[in-house]
Nanobody, 118 residues
Framework: QVQLKESGGGLVQAGGSLTLSCTASPTAVILNPMTWFRQAPGKQRELVAQTTLDGKINYADSVKGRFTLSRGATNGFEKNTVTLQMDSLKPEDTAVYYC????????WGQGTQVTVSS
């Protein structure tokens, strides 16, 4: 059973930064893609950033230039760790952020709250 463990959420003022991490276990599983989604109150869950094993990274237009997604590696024990560096945060970035990965099945983390105060 694949488990996704998220960390790094919290409260920050507008303009600040946070770093989210997602680590999947067991590490031998091939997960492709690995993705961060977010869901704000009363809104649908939306894709924030996605990375695939071939090195491609996609971002939502709303976060381009402010968020940076990285993957630990494309192979080895660190390949199932993704980090989302969030800079220049805005109040509209407030949401629960979820890590998602696709292997034999689709897997979701439990979510981590990000709150950006104005």
């Amino acid at each position: 059973q694949v488990q996704l463990k998220e960390s790094g959420g919290g409260l920050v003022q507008a303009g600040g930064s946070l770093t989210l991490s997602c680590t999947a276990s067991p590490t031998a599983v091939i997960l492709n893609p690995m993705t961060w989604f977010r869901q704000a109150p009363g809104k649908q869950r939306e894709l924030v950033a996605q990375t695939t094993l071939d090195g491609k990274i996609n971002y939502a237009d709303s976060v381009k230039g402010r968020f940076t997604l990285s993957r630990g590696a494309t192979n080895g024990f660190e390949k199932n760790t993704v980090t989302l560096q969030m800079d220049s945060l805005k109040p509209e970035d407030t949401a629960v952020y979820y890590c998602y990965a696709k292997g034999y099945r689709e897997y979701w983390g439990q979510g981590t709250q990000v709150t950006v105060s104005s």
